[in-house]
């Protein structure tokens, strides 16, 4: 009886070692794909043929408009973290308000376009949710070098990301007199001391879907 005892106990334990064995052998489910993917920065390039600067300043004669041209742009930041990074370049020597010789002025006395050929926004956080899909209302925090300054800014940008392009646009204020650039005023003309900007933006996106 003893031996058939040890026997059966010997039995036991078998099958639950070859249980055991069989459960270790078997792969683990796969983690759901949200998961897979909840640490993948998403990118944003701008395409320099669908983007423009546009710009406007108030005056005591009349208000001006006029634009600035992309060089090249590519931002990416993590939708959990919002930290975020990449670069964005605007040609100064691009501007244009449609007078030849108040842009003259423009480029030789007040942004000196020639020492300083590009505007460059270099962002660091987001501020609100971004989907990796659909449309999203956030704050790009930055730095902007100007004229050979650097100037923190804060770009309120309205996005709506579809699949792997992109559109948006983005609006900051630019107070360069504050910043240390000339101011155009004269005895005559009473430039506002703000430069309003809005960028519309468009391109190609990663790490949305």
């Known amino acids: 009886m003893q031996v058939d005892g040890w026997k059966s106990g010997a039995y036991a334990a078998c099958g639950i070692l070859g249980v055991a064995l069989i459960l270790s052998a078997t792969p683990a489910p796969p983690r759901p794909q949200a998961a897979q993917t909840a640490g993948e920065e998403i990118t944003l390039e701008l395409d320099p043929a669908q983007s423009k600067v546009h710009y406007m300043v108030d005056s005591t004669l009349h208000t001006v408009h006029g634009t600035f041209n992309l060089k090249q742009g590519s931002v990416h930041f993590g939708p959990e973290t919002g930290k975020a990074g990449g670069e964005v370049i605007v040609y100064a020597t691009s501007g244009d308000s449609g007078n030849a010789s108040r842009d ?84 005559m003309l009473k430039v506002k001391p703000v430069v309003h900007v809005e960028l519309d933006m468009a391109g190609s996106a990663s790490g949305t879907k």
């Not at 923190?152 to 504050?178: C, N, R, S």
Request: aromatic share 8%; with cysteine.
């Open 104 to 187: 003259e002025r423009m480029h030789k006395e007040i942004l000196e376009t020639a020492k300083y050929p590009d505007a460059i926004f270099r962002p660091r956080e987001v501020e609100g949710k971004v989907p990796r899909s659909g449309v999203c209302d956030v704050k790009l925090q930055g730095v902007l070098l100007l004229h050979g300054g650097e100037h923190e800014i804060a770009a309120l940008v309205h996005a709506e990301l579809a699949g792997d392009h992109w559109k948006g646009t983005a609006k900051f204020d630019v107070p360069y007199i504050q910043w240390g650039i000339k101011d155009p005023s004269n005895w």
